[in-house]
């Protein structure tokens, strides 16, 4: 049943009041359900979130005319095999957070004034990712359902053990992943503004920026054109407050620092973590095979793949049909993880409004029957599991049947430490299947089943 609060002229009169109601209750009963999710990982407030202390730290930096990045000169070295060789801590991001906390920050705003306006940002942009949701898949523009419509999409977003996670750490995944749905929501009703969020987000985290290659497959230049502008100036402006030092270290500390081309700790949950962990002798498990080489062929196999599926699932020409033109951006959201280097045990909750999305597709558009849909709303239950993102850690929660043992334990750790990746593989898989589906019953002219 849909959260429709407007009018159902084929409802008898005395369901209408009931349907306001249920409604009513779904949106506030999602207000509470996100909100208690939310103050449950910052619990206690004056405890401020380990990644967000660095931002913070960051922001002090800038404010005080220091050298933002002048902790990476001391980078540690481990020689140990798939360590990633060079590590490093600290603000190790181009440098848009810092400046934009660095203003409240110099005019006498405290760090826990910091963490609360982080917080807020962060609740604005997802309440702003549900309405967006809501808006393309529902198709409600009037001020009751829309916003309804966005608690409940925005409170089944926080669902994932991940967004805990997230939320905790005080990390931007939640917030990029919010501005990036909510731009692709602005860019379905072509809305010029749309590449300033996108180009945000991107600045943040650049692995983002796979967004704007949706946009080009779907031949927009101009929305591409505007976002590339976008991003360059959120990129390039922060490097010229933090001065040309600063730039020169950051450079340089990318030059040098190689988590993202031998990375094969648990927490690299990307298709190349999992290979350099199948292949290649490290220090976190044994390896199936002792054959390094491998590993570059079978990684550009599964992103030559997986792109290709989408390419598959997402056909070139634009759609007049909004629900599923937003399907096609939030099947990137599982291709971006795919494609990253480093896709870290946290960056998974970027998958979150992926199966909420396209799981609501699957549901509105009659077809709860396919094996795909299901697939869908499994994994998005799966990532409900509480600290289901510790289930990499063969170490953690507890200990699988056989993991012990001599000959199979190896194996099995192997594959108990893909959990997350194999989540987003079924999204990227499924949500294909689900798009194609309903495209073709709008071909065929098969009915649609009534969720209203």
Same mark, same amino acid.
């Given at each position: 049943?849909?959260?429709?609060?407007?009018?159902?002229?084929?409802?008898?009169?005395?369901?209408?009041?009931?349907?306001?109601?249920?409604?009513?209750?779904?949106?506030?009963?999602?207000?509470?359900?996100?909100?208690?999710?939310?103050?449950?990982?910052?619990?206690?407030?004056?405890?401020?979130?380990?990644?967000?202390?660095?931002?913070?730290?960051?922001?002090?930096?800038?404010?005080?005319?220091?050298?933002?990045?002048?902790?990476?000169?001391?980078?540690?070295?481990?020689?140990?095999?798939?360590?990633?060789?060079?590590?490093?801590?600290?603000?190790?991001?181009?440098?848009?957070?810092?400046?934009?906390?660095?203003?409240?920050?110099?005019?006498?705003?405290?760090?826990?004034?910091?963490?609360?306006?982080?917080?807020?940002?962060?609740?604005?942009?997802?309440?702003?990712?549900?309405?967006?949701?809501?808006?393309?898949?529902?198709?409600?523009?009037?001020?009751?359902?829309?916003?309804?419509?966005?608690?409940?999409?925005?409170?089944?977003?926080? #669902? @994932? +053990? =991940?967004?805990?996670?997230?939320? /905790?750490?005080?990390?931007?995944?939640?917030?990029?992943? *919010? &501005?990036?749905? !909510?731009?692709?929501?602005?860019?379905?009703?072509?809305?010029?503004?749309?590449?300033?969020?996108?180009?945000?987000?991107?600045?943040?985290?650049?692995?983002?920026?796979?967004?704007?290659?949706?946009?080009?497959?779907?031949?927009?230049?101009?929305?591409?054109?505007?976002?590339?502008?976008?991003?360059?100036?959120?990129?390039?402006?922060?490097?010229?407050?933090?001065?040309?030092?600063?730039?020169?270290?950051?450079?340089?500390?990318?030059?040098?620092?190689?988590?993202?081309?031998?990375?094969?700790?648990?927490?690299?949950?990307?298709?190349?973590?999992?290979?350099?962990?199948?292949?290649?002798?490290?220090?976190?498990?044994?390896?199936?095979?002792?054959?390094?080489?491998?590993?570059?062929?079978?990684?550009?196999?599964?992103? #030559? @793949? +997986? =792109?290709?599926?989408?390419?598959? /699932?997402?056909?070139?020409?634009?759609?007049?049909?909004? *629900? &599923?033109?937003? !399907?096609?951006?939030?099947?990137?959201?599982?291709?971006?993880?795919?494609?990253?280097?480093?896709?870290?045990?946290?960056?998974?909750?970027?998958?979150?409004?992926?199966?909420?999305?396209?799981?609501?597709?699957?549901?509105?558009?009659?077809?709860?029957?396919?094996?795909?849909?299901?697939?869908?709303?499994?994994?998005?239950?799966?990532?409900?599991?509480?600290?289901?993102?510790?289930?990499?850690?063969?170490?953690?929660?507890?200990?699988?049947?056989?993991?012990?043992?001599?000959?199979?334990?190896?194996?099995?750790?192997?594959?108990?430490?893909?959990?997350?990746?194999?989540?987003?593989?079924?999204?990227?898989?499924?949500?294909?299947?689900?798009?194609?589906?309903?495209?073709?019953?709008?071909?065929?002219?098969?009915?649609?089943?009534?969720?209203?």
């Amino acid at each position: 049943m849909r959260l429709d609060t407007g009018t159902h002229p084929e409802l008898p009169v005395t369901l209408a009041p009931r349907m306001n109601a249920l409604a009513w209750a779904v949106g506030l009963g999602a207000l509470a359900v996100g909100a208690a999710i939310w103050l449950h990982a910052i619990w206690p407030p004056t405890q401020i979130g380990y990644d967000f202390g660095m931002y913070l730290a960051a922001a002090h930096s800038v404010a005080s005319g220091g050298d933002l990045y002048q902790q990476l000169g001391a980078l540690t070295h481990d020689a140990r095999p798939g360590s990633a060789g060079v590590r490093a801590s600290g603000y190790v991001y181009p440098p848009l957070l810092a400046v934009a906390l660095a203003p409240p920050v110099r005019l006498g705003l405290s760090d826990q004034g910091a963490w609360l306006l982080w917080n807020l940002l962060g609740f604005g942009a997802i309440l702003w990712m549900g309405y967006e949701l809501n808006r393309g898949l529902r198709g409600r523009a009037d001020w009751r359902s829309a916003w309804l419509g966005a608690l409940a999409f925005a409170g089944a977003t926080l #669902l @994932g +053990a =991940v967004a805990t996670y997230d939320l /905790a750490l005080g990390q931007a995944d939640l917030l990029v992943t *919010a &501005l990036a749905v !909510g731009a692709c929501g602005l860019w379905l009703r072509r809305n010029p503004w749309a590449a300033l969020p996108l180009g945000a987000a991107i600045a943040i985290k650049p692995t983002m920026g796979l967004i704007l290659l949706v946009w080009l497959w779907k031949g927009d230049w101009r929305a591409v054109a505007r976002g590339v502008a976008a991003t360059a100036a959120l990129l390039v402006a922060p490097f010229v407050v933090v001065g040309a030092r600063a730039t020169q270290e950051y450079l340089t500390f990318l030059t040098q620092w190689n988590a993202f081309n031998a990375n094969a700790e648990y927490i690299n949950q990307s298709p190349y973590g999992m290979l350099l962990r199948l292949f290649t002798p490290n220090v976190y498990t044994q390896p199936l095979l002792a054959t390094p080489w491998l590993v570059t062929p079978l990684r550009a196999l599964v992103i #030559l @793949g +997986a =792109v290709f599926w989408w390419t598959r /699932a997402v056909l070139r020409p634009p759609t007049s049909d909004r *629900a &599923l033109g937003l !399907g096609e951006c939030l099947l990137a959201l599982p291709l971006i993880l795919i494609v990253s280097p480093l896709a870290e045990d946290i960056h998974y909750c970027i998958l979150l409004p992926a199966l909420v999305g396209l799981g609501y597709l699957a549901w509105a558009r009659g077809l709860a029957r396919q094996p795909a849909a299901w697939v869908l709303w499994a994994t998005l239950a799966f990532f409900c599991i509480p600290r289901m993102q510790e289930l990499v850690l063969p170490d953690h929660l507890f200990t699988l049947p056989g993991q012990d043992n001599m000959q199979i334990g190896p194996l099995i750790i192997l594959l108990r430490s893909g959990a997350l990746l194999y989540g987003a593989l079924a999204t990227l898989i499924a949500g294909g299947l689900i798009l194609r589906d309903t495209r073709t019953s709008q071909h065929s002219g098969t009915p649609v089943q009534s969720t209203g």
